[in-house]
Nanobody, 125 residues
Framework: VQLQASGGGLVQAGGSLRLSCAGS????????MSWFRQAPGKEREFVAG????????VYADSVKGRFTISRDNAKNTVYLQMNSLKPEDTAVYYC???????????????????WGQGTLVTVSS
């Protein structure tokens, strides 16, 4: 599985960005897809995850109500719509996937074997 993240950039506080992560190598409709981020000097953290059928989503408390994760299995792609961005959202954002046999959404990065290369989001104040 190869994951290619895109859509990062520089935006002012209060603005919006939409990240995309396109998968290849095999269909990802049986995978949980998630986004993580890593700010300078900090550990990578879970941001949002979506279940195989998109019936369930999970968000970090810090982004609830501002970010929306979605997926298009026909396109093998997961999205992260980020609204009301804050300077503290500045980070490299990574998409990740894992095949799961249940309906759970792992929030621990060690559970994910497949990762995209990361896309930088910079929010200016």
């Amino acid at each position: 599985v190869q994951l290619q993240a895109s859509g990062g950039g520089l935006v002012q506080a209060g603005g919006s960005l939409r990240l995309s992560c396109a998968g290849s190598g095999r269909p990802l409709d049986m995978d949980v897809m998630s986004w993580f981020r890593q700010a300078p000097g900090k550990e990578r953290e879970f941001v949002a995850g979506v279940s195989r059928s998109a019936g369930r989503t999970v968000y970090a408390d810090s982004v609830k109500g501002r970010f929306t994760i979605s997926r298009d299995n026909a396109k093998n792609t997961v999205y992260l719509q980020m609204n009301s961005l804050k300077p503290e959202d500045t980070a490299v954002y990574y998409c990740a996937s894992v095949f799961v046999g249940s309906f759970g959404i792992p929030t621990t990065q060690t559970m994910y074997p497949y990762w995209g290369q990361g896309t930088l989001v910079t929010v200016s104040s």
